[in-house]
């Protein structure tokens, strides 16, 4: 089993602060109030094992974007080892017949998008994540990940770069 560190008390506010929004998001992927509250206390046992991700994620949207990812990430394994796998009718909930609303060309796009992101490297998609979906700076990114404020501005650049020239390529 691997090592918890103590609790720091930071850990338990946001426990305390977002124990029950995290309930209501854990009920996208399990219909049993006892699911929720394993797959949430699964989320903070993960956070727990690495503080440095708390300490990074400061409060406001990028907090709730990392407590998101990781709730999401434990509810997928639990019902892995389950061999439940939610539809994405039941992982969205009532917003499915909104999204089933959107036109073909909507769904292309984002068909084109999630392809070109996906064909991008694992770190250089990451980074991109991190950036322009959580809010992330240069500086807090190469934090994250070891690497110099300058080299994680450039990988952005280059990334961007990439991203476009698969969009383009997909157009075609």
């Known amino acids: 089993?691997?090592?918890?560190?103590?609790?720091?008390?930071?850990?338990?506010?946001?426990?305390?602060?977002?124990?029950?929004?995290?309930?209501?998001?854990?009920?996208?992927y399990f219909s049993e109030q006892a699911d929720c509250e394993d797959a949430v206390h699964e989320a903070f046992l993960r956070?727990?094992?690495?503080?440095?991700?708390?300490?990074?994620?400061?409060?406001?949207p990028r907090l709730e974007g990392l407590l998101r990812i990781v709730l999401k990430s434990a509810s997928l394994d639990l019902l892995k080892?389950?061999?439940?796998?939610?539809?994405?009718?039941?992982i969205f909930g009532e917003a499915a017949p909104l999204l089933e609303a959107q036109t073909e060309e909507?769904?292309?796009?984002?068909?084109?998008?999630?392809?070109?992101?996906?064909?991008?490297?694992?770190?250089?998609?990451d980074m991109l994540i991190l950036?322009?979906?959580?809010?992330?700076?240069?500086?807090?990114?190469?934090?994250?990940i070891g690497r110099k404020e300058g080299a994680?501005?450039?990988?952005?650049?280059?990334?961007?770069?990439?991203?476009y020239a698969l969009l383009k390529e997909e157009e075609q």
């Open 47 to 60: 956070l727990l094992r690495r503080p440095e991700l708390i300490r990074n994620a400061g409060s406001g």
């Open 81 to 90: 080892k389950r061999r439940e796998i939610p539809t994405d009718g039941e």
């Open 131 to 144: 950036a322009y979906l959580y809010g992330y700076t240069p500086a807090e990114i190469g934090g994250l």
């Open 1 to 28: 089993m691997a090592k918890v560190q103590q609790p720091q008390s930071d850990i338990r506010e946001i426990y305390a602060s977002w124990y029950d929004r995290m309930l209501l998001w854990a009920r996208r």
């Open 106 to 125: 909507r769904y292309a796009e984002k068909d084109a998008l999630d392809r070109a992101i996906a064909g991008l490297p694992d770190a250089t998609r």
């Open 152 to 163: 994680v501005r450039k990988a952005l650049q280059r990334g961007k770069k990439s991203l």
